[in-house]
Each structure stands twice: as C-alpha cells, then as structure tokens.
C-alpha cells in the first residue's frame, strides 16, 4: 500500500510540474467553456480542488454517475487546460493511519 501511494503522490508530482509542457499538447479553453462542457457531455462536476505550481489551480472533476473524471489546471489570468481524463472514478475519506504506522 505504501508503495502505491508513493506511486501516486509521484505520479501527481509529476503532473504538476509538466503543467507548462501539457498545455501545449492538452485542449485549452476559458474556464467557463471547459466547466460548461465537462456538465454538459459528461455530466461531471468539481470534486477537488488545489493550488499547484506558479499559483496554478489544479481541479479534479468528476460524474459520479458514470464515474468519468477530469483534471483540469488553470495557470493565473490565462486558459482552463484539460490536462488528463479517465473512468471508475471513486470519492474516498480515509482516515489517516496512526503515527508511525505507515499507510
């Protein structure tokens, strides 16, 4: 288990500091485009949301639904990029394991 989640924290990581390069290669609208098109053909809606790198905001969209999924990632005063998708998505609250238990 601890090796998936260091497996996925790199992975976030990694997303993170190739937001410059994905939005070269992602599809990049305003965000009230990308917001109203991820609703209206996916049925999804914001289920998280952070700040990244260079005050970027990073939002995780998702249709609990169908279980699509959307990362999308705002860099200040400029275009909403789509930057990854997928499917199963699942929402979890996991409590944090006691110190020193690993998770």
């Known amino acids: 288990m601890t090796k998936e989640l260091f497996v996925l924290s790199?992975?976030?990581?990694?997303?993170?500091?190739?937001?410059?390069?994905?939005?070269?290669?992602?599809?990049c609208a305003d965000r009230?485009?990308?917001?109203s098109r991820l609703a209206s053909g996916?049925?999804?809606?914001?289920?998280a949301i952070g700040l990244a790198a260079?005050?970027?905001v990073l939002e995780v969209f998702a249709s609990?639904?169908?279980?699509?999924w959307?990362?999308?990632?705002?860099?200040?005063?400029?275009?909403t990029c789509m930057v990854a998708s997928g499917h199963s998505f699942e929402a979890?609250?996991?409590?944090l394991?006691?110190?020193g238990r690993g998770a």
Request: glycine residues 10%; charged residues 10%.
């Open 10 to 27: 790199f992975g976030f990581a990694a997303l993170i500091a190739a937001t410059n390069i994905a939005q070269a290669q992602a599809a």
């Open 32 to 35: 009230e485009t990308v917001v």
């Open 42 to 47: 996916f049925g999804e809606t914001r289920q």
């Open 54 to 56: 260079n005050n970027a």
């Open 64 to 68: 609990t639904e169908t279980g699509t």
């Open 70 to 79: 959307t990362i999308t990632v705002t860099q200040p005063g400029g275009p």
């Open 92 to 95: 979890l609250s996991e409590a």
């Open 97 to 99: 394991p006691p110190p």
